[in-house]
C-alpha cells in the first residue's frame, strides 16, 4: 500500500492528533492494527500503520548486527519507537518525548507517502519545503533517471 496526501492538523491540549477522514480512508483496517510512531529523518516523526512497521522490522532484523554502522542505524531509527492505537474517536496520542524532538507545538502537517505518514511541527514543514533545492527537474532527473539515456 502507497499512502497519499498532505493534511494539515491540530494537536488537543492532550498532545492527541485526529487522523484525517481522508487519511483514515486509505488506512481502512490497517488503522484498527495501530500504528508504530518513531523518530524520522530531518526532525519530523514517522508514523507507520502496524502491517508496514512489521515488514521495515523484516528489514532491520535482515541487517548484520555484526557491524557496527548497522547496529548505529537500528539504535537512531529504533529510539524512541512506540506502539499507538486509534481511540474510537480516531484520535492518536503522541508521547511527550517524541513531540519534544520534532519540535511539534500545536499545528502539524501529515505527509503521506510510500508506507509512511511523516509528522511535521507545520512551520518545520514548511521551511523544509521551501529550501533551496535547487532546479527541481535536474533533481528529478537525478533521482529518478534509470542511467539508460546517459550511455548514448
Not at 131 to 152: H, I, P, Y
Request: proline share 2%; with cysteine.
Amino acid at each position: 500500500m502507497s499512502y497519499l496526501g498532505e493534511y494539515i492538523c491540530k494537536l488537543d491540549a492532550k498532545g492527541r492528533l485526529t487522523v484525517p477522514s481522508g487519511l483514515k480512508k486509505q488506512l481502512d483496517n490497517e488503522g484498527r492494527e495501530g500504528f508504530v510512531l518513531n523518530r524520522g529523518f530531518e526532525g519530523c516523526l514517522g508514523l507507520y500503520p502496524h502491517k508496514d512497521w512489521l515488514v521495515v522490522s523484516k528489514k532491520l532484523n535482515d541487517l548484520n548486527l555484526f557491524t557496527i554502522k548497522n547496529r548505529a542505524f537500528v539504535r537512531k531509527f529504533q529510539n524512541g519507537a512506540t506502539k499507538l492505537d486509534m481511540d474510537g474517536n480516531g484520535r492518536v496520542l503522541l508521547p511527550k518525548d517524541l513531540q519534544e524532538f520534532a519540535g511539534i507545538s500545536k499545528e502539524v502537517v501529515l505527509f503521506a507517502y510510500a508506507d509512511r505518514i511523516e509528522i511535521w511541527d507545520k512551520a518545520k514543514y514548511e521551511e523544509v519545503m521551501n529550501e533551496e533545492m535547487g532546479d527541481f527537474a535536474t533533481l528529478a532527473e537525478e533521482v529518478m533517471s534509470d542511467g539508460k539515456d546517459d550511455e548514448k
